[in-house]
């Protein structure tokens, strides 16, 4: 098929500003350009009005106390639980039998909870969970993949107050061991396996191979029976527990939301940094919940009676923010998935649009890269016409895919939010308002209000638009992570570092994306400046999948770095040294990506491992990471005079080119 250019109207390749339709901003939740000014002008008051959208036990005495920045604190004295704010106000207001979950797994099944059903699920699940042994504050880790159980496992924790760390199922066992250890996790929350592809994959094996890397004592595990009689036979020992049968004995029990204050850990979402250890990104129970909430009023327009699908996985922050927190705090029906958008056809996303009518989608650009080479007749085939807002997120969008999105998903009525956040801020940050503002593709827009974005060159002064720069945030905002759990030291050095003046109080969140900004103020995103990588959205640190590959027997040295592609945006390249007596082979290969598979997860294969001799390195003796960027790019190369063994470039060039 083609890719996708063909399929563009000549028309829309060169237009370069869209509007919503009148239509559109007539029913927008937020429609007045004065909301910028507003925000602007009554900080950090302004804030109260995300604040509003929960309802509290004890009222918040201070909205903002920034007397020990970067230790912000919002809506301080308040206390509240997020659990009864995503759930039982929607049902003591009359909505219990609106539909919460909408589930679909891959091969069909669906299953429909209402408010009310959710009430009663995240009650028994809360009652087993206490039964267990868990206790406000102990962290219960949730290994699980997309089962309306783990939506229902972290509104249960939040009940009781055990912050959830919820570990990624596409992550290997290591990886899960890791986190466990790193939040001196007891407990765990996890599933027998789910379906992939048509396949069942056997995901006990791994939960309990981590397990067995877990450091300290485990008090209990409890297995989501998802494959029935597909299952792979595993035997539950000791303290492993059946999610049915446990729930079975809470049957009907409630148990009382425990008022947390303001301030209380929500949850831990562990993150790639540029070192190889994970970092325990540590969001809190009101400032968090306040401003998904606010976002996904003001930026996804979502209403209560809205249908709305976020593509993503809850094990990453979109979904956390935007498939669970977010739309059931609003009392939205939130849409989830099981599978992949191409089994058994690569209409499946398009199918559910049209079988759910979805209101609202958000997807990431990579899917939509990905559709956009699959051809137009997917979507073409059906009826689309529910949709009334489209949004991206987890890596910049190309204009080409930005209007492909339009025309072929949103049918050139549907404005696209371009929202660009991260894990640390816990909700969008610099996007359009969709009932404000012009859009414009390839750029995510203005800073929303009430943000203080700005771009800067390595002084730190502001820079001319049009100029490449570093993106900063130079004001607090409620959703921004507290701290990396149990290390604020590295929480400073990591963020606050590089353009704060600690002396004078003055703090600036450097969040490590390259940026620039057009002379109306819309930001464009140009990626990651730290040794972090964006594969098809997802944050992967080098030094971890070079730390896995050095692991492996035989491996001298490593360099990893994001060659372009087409679909994921970047992938994995990987430049190995080998050690002495030992040979380049398909074997030593496929050693390698088991390596990191192993270590990581199948998300950090290596598009490419290149056998070399040496790397290019500085005279210094550092890896010029950049010529290695350039080579996988098969981009010309920047100045190698400073290199210390100039010679090794070609030789490297002509094995990517050969391989
Ligand atoms: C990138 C995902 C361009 C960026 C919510 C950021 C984006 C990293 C966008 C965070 C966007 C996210 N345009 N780049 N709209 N959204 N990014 O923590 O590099 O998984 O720093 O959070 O993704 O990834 P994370």
């Known amino acids: 098929m083609s890719d996708g250019d063909g ?97 679909e797994g891959e091969h069909g099944e669906t299953r429909t909870y209402t408010y009310e059903d959710l009430q009663r699920e995240v009650n028994e699940f809360a009652a087993a969970l206490r039964d267990l ?59 027998d396996g789910y379906y992939r592809r048509g396949d069942a994959l056997d995901h006990m094996e791994k939960a309990n191979e981590g397990l067995g890397g877990v450091d300290h004592g485990v008090d209990a595990t409890v297995v989501v029976d998802r494959l029935g009689e597909d299952g792979f036979g595993h035997d539950l020992k000791g303290n492993q527990h059946d999610w049915d049968e446990l729930t079975d004995e809470h049957e009907g029990e409630e148990v009382d939301p425990v008022e947390r ?69 609003l009392g939205t029906t939130t849409v989830m998935y099981e599978g992949t958008p191409d089994f058994p056809e690569r209409d499946r996303l398009w199918e559910m649009v049209e079988e759910y009518s979805v209101d609202v989608f958000y997807t990431a650009p990579t899917a939509i890269r990905a559709f956009m080479k699959w051809g137009s007749q997917f979507p073409d085939d059906h009826d689309l016409s529910s949709l009334r807002l489209l949004g991206t997120v987890g890596e910049p969008i190309n204009p080409r895919a930005w209007k492909w999105y339009y025309q072929h998903i949103g049918d050139e009525e549907c404005p696209i939010v371009d929202t660009w956040w991260q894990t640390e801020t816990g909700g969008m940050m610099v996007t359009t308002l969709p009932g404000v503002g012009t859009m414009k593709p390839g750029s995510a827009g203005p800073p929303l209000p009430g943000i203080d974005a700005r771009i800067v060159d390595t002084e730190g002064e502001e820079v001319e638009p049009g100029r490449a720069g570093y993106l900063t945030v130079n004001k607090p905002w409620p959703g921004m992570l507290r701290t990396l759990y149990d290390n604020d030291d590295r929480f400073v050095s990591e963020y606050w570092q590089e353009y704060s003046n600690p002396d004078a109080d003055e703090w600036v969140y450097f969040p490590e994306d390259g940026a620039k900004i057009d002379e109306d103020g819309y930001i464009t995103i140009l990626g990651r400046v730290d040794d972090v990588l964006n594969v098809s959205g997802h944050r992967l640190g080098t030094m971890e999948i070079e730390s896995a590959i050095v692991g492996v027997e035989g491996v001298a040295e490593a360099a990893v770095v994001g060659g372009d592609h087409e679909v994921k945006g970047e992938a994995v390249y990987a430049y190995v040294i080998l050690e002495d007596g030992y040979e380049e082979s398909e074997e030593m290969r496929e050693r390698i990506t088991e390596g990191v598979e192993d270590a990581i997860g199948p998300i950090a294969r290596p598009e490419q491992v290149v056998f070399t001799p040496e790397l290019p390195k ?38 990517v080119g050969g391989n």
Not at 12 to 25: A, I, N
Not at 299 to 311: A, G, Q
């Open 7 to 103: 399929e563009l109207e000549a028309r829309l390749v060169e237009q370069e500003e869209f509007e919503p339709s009148d239509e559109f901003v007539e029913q927008a939740n937020v429609s007045d350009p004065d909301i910028y000014e507003e925000f602007e002008e009554n900080w950090p008051q302004c804030w109260e009005r995300a604040a509003d959208m929960l309802d509290w036990y004890d009222d918040y005495d201070t909205v903002l106390d920034d007397s020990d920045g970067p230790f912000y604190e919002w809506f301080q004295g308040g206390t509240l639980n997020a659990s009864y704010n995503c759930v039982d106000r929607h049902v003591e207001e009359g909505n219990g039998d609106r539909t919460a979950i909408n589930w």
């Open 133 to 191: 042994g868990v206790e406000e504050d102990d962290v219960v880790t949730l290994y699980m993949p997309m089962v309306p159980e783990l939506p229902i496992a972290m509104l249960a924790c939040a009940r009781i107050g055990a912050p959830h760390s919820v570990v990624f199922a596409g992550f290997s066992a290591d990886a899960l061991a890791t986190r466990m250890n790193s939040a001196d996790s007891r407990f765990l929350v996890t599933c």
């Open 618 to 655: 500085t005279r210094s003796g550092k890896i010029m990471r950049r010529l290695l960027e350039e080579i996988a790019n098969e981009e010309e190369l920047g100045d190698t005079t400073t290199l210390r063994n100039p010679e090794i470039v070609k030789d490297i060039q002509t094995k």
């Open 261 to 329: 204050d303001a301030e209380d850990m929500l949850f831990l979402m562990y993150t790639s940094g540029t070192t190889g250890e994970p970092k325990g990104v540590k969001h809190t129970t009101a400032g968090y919940l306040a401003y998904t909430s606010w976002t996904s009023h003001s930026v996804l327009d979502l209403k209560p009676e809205d249908t709305y699908w976020c593509s993503a996985d809850i094990g990453w922050i979109t979904g956390h923010s935007y498939i669970v927190y977010g739309p059931l705090a």
